[in-house]
């Protein structure tokens, strides 16, 4: 479990410097993997970094080309927010997955 945390907290920091859309994508996939990990260890605080980190790297075209990624990523962090006792930014979020979501 720290391995995970420890290489994807290595390769956020790096994020800046990932120019091709396939290996952001695989460090969103990461900090979903990591987020998921964390909520799992009622690390709630943690798990919303990690999410966050994944939802800040999306490119504007996101709902049309990664629609699964971007629900989970979103639909995630607004759970971990919520057991954060973040109700405001939960609003946000949902109001971002309502706007963007299909039927």
């Given amino acids: 479990d720290d391995v995970l945390f420890i ?19 695989d460090l969103q996939k990461l900090n979903l993997r990591a987020g998921k990990k964390a909520m799992s ?4 605080s943690i798990a919303a970094s990690y999410l966050k980190a994944g939802l800040d790297m999306f490119l504007d075209n996101h709902w049309e080309h990664h629609y699964d990624l971007s629900i989970e990523l979103y639909s995630l962090y607004a759970e971990a927010e919520y057991s954060n006792c973040h109700f405001q930014e939960v609003g ?3 109001g971002i997955v309502l706007k963007a979501g299909k039927s």
């Fill in 7 to 25: 290489a994807v907290n290595q390769l956020n920091r790096g994020e800046i410097h990932l120019e091709e859309e396939d290996h952001r994508l």
């Fill in 41 to 44: 260890l009622a690390a709630f």
């Fill in 92 to 94: 946000r979020v949902a």
